[in-house]
């Protein structure tokens, strides 16, 4: 397997404009998880789905933040208008129930 | 303190000497893991150990637990300039699926 799958590995956008983050998560695993990094807070957790439904959004700062996962393979992180504080890295990760999580590479994202 | 509060912060250490990392939590959890981070990087999983053990040993690494302290510690033996990351202690809290990380140890080992 080649891991978690993220798209794309940088992004440079200006402020208003809309950013869509993707993941594909290792075949068989059933929870996903989205995490922002930033030097200031850490490691957050935003958001995570367990079969494909979303479990716990309480980390997702604001309504500009959304995220969905249409189907097991693939799922979406979306900012809409993004601002120059969401510039972060943004992890995916995914894991077969209890076990441990498996990371992507992150999406470093730079809103201008 | 946070849940998962390493300590130290920074660590600063030769290569060949031993490394030790501490992580303290308040909740009850179901397992603790450790995680290392190269700059730039995801992170990747080192150790699980769950609440029913008190050490665990993996290579070079090696965990304890202590439940009622609350607390666990990693061990790095023998480092190497490679093992230069920051490290994460993350918790599986009970009745809770999403992991609780902590704000790391940025561990450096000078050749």
């Known amino acids: 397997d080649a891991g978690v799958i993220q798209s794309p590995r940088h992004e440079v956008t200006e402020m208003g404009q809309e950013v869509t983050l993707r993941c594909k998560p290792i075949?068989?695993?059933?929870?996903l998880f989205w995490y922002r990094q930033t030097m200031m807070r850490g490691l957050e957790l935003l958001i995570y789905?367990?079969?494909?439904?979303?479990?716990?959004d309480s980390g997702m700062p604001e309504d500009r933040f959304s995220a969905k996962m249409p189907n097991a393979s693939f799922s979406t992180l979306k900012i809409q208008p993004s601002e120059p504080r969401d510039s972060a890295v943004y992890f995916c990760?995914?894991?077969?129930?209890?076990?441990?999580?498996?990371f992507g590479p992150g999406t470093r994202l730079t809103v201008t | 303190s946070q849940q998962g509060e390493e300590d130290p912060q920074a660590l600063s250490i030769q290569e060949g000497e031993n490394a030790t990392m501490n992580c303290s939590y308040k909740t009850s959890i179901n397992n603790l893991q450790w995680y290392r981070q190269n700059s730039g990087r995801g992170l990747v999983h080192l150790i699980l150990i769950r609440s029913n053990e008190r050490e665990k040993h993996s290579g070079r690494l090696r965990v304890t637990l202590d439940t009622s302290k609350k607390s666990s510690s990693l061990l790095i033996t023998a480092s190497r300039a490679a093992d230069t990351a920051s490290y994460f202690c993350?918790?599986?809290?009970?009745?809770?699926?999403?992991?609780?990380f902590g704000s790391g140890t940025r561990l450096q080992v000078q050749p």
């Open positions: 789905f367990n079969n494909n439904v979303p479990i716990d």
């Open positions: 993350a918790t599986k809290d009970t009745g809770r699926r999403a992991l609780t």
């Open positions: 990760a995914s894991r077969v129930e209890m076990d441990e999580q498996y």
């Open positions: 075949s068989g695993h059933n929870s």
